[in-house]
């Protein structure tokens, strides 16, 4: 899996929150100015050739619909954050929003009773 552009990922989240869309659906979703018909229709080729996108035919149309999950591209996006920019630490990245996001012991608290719950009910 690729990361994706800005532009490709926004795509993405209209066609994950849609299911699936033709490409007017897809700019119908944007904010005023909207993006020429066929820069849209350039970035979900560009989505399909990755990957990330399949369509169905209808005449000489073509509904596009997702195929990879928003969950696997964001374990995917956050995988590949944690590595280049926390040294693969989970550590180094809590630590970093502590200090940048002003994070609370209370949060502090209630995200490590969050992780010893997933961990116990994941482990059975």
């Known amino acids: 899996m690729k990361k994706l552009t800005n532009t490709e990922e926004h795509v993405m989240r209209i066609l994950w929150d849609l299911g699936k869309a033709f490409v007017k659906d897809i700019i119908a979703r944007y904010p005023l100015p ?28 073509y509904q596009y619909f997702p195929k990879v999950s928003r969950e696997d591209y964001k374990k995917f996006y956050m995988k590949d954050a944690l590595k280049n920019y926390f040294g693969d630490s989970v550590q180094n990245l809590v630590s970093f929003f502590a200090r940048e996001e002003d994070i609370d012991i209370q949060e502090l608290q209630t995200l490590i009773e969050q992780i010893k719950k997933e961990k116990t009910d994941k482990d059975g």
């Open 34 to 61: 909207k993006p020429p018909y066929n820069t849209i229709s350039s970035v979900v080729r560009i989505l399909e050739k990755k990957g990330f996108v399949s369509h169905h035919t209808y005449g000489n149309t």
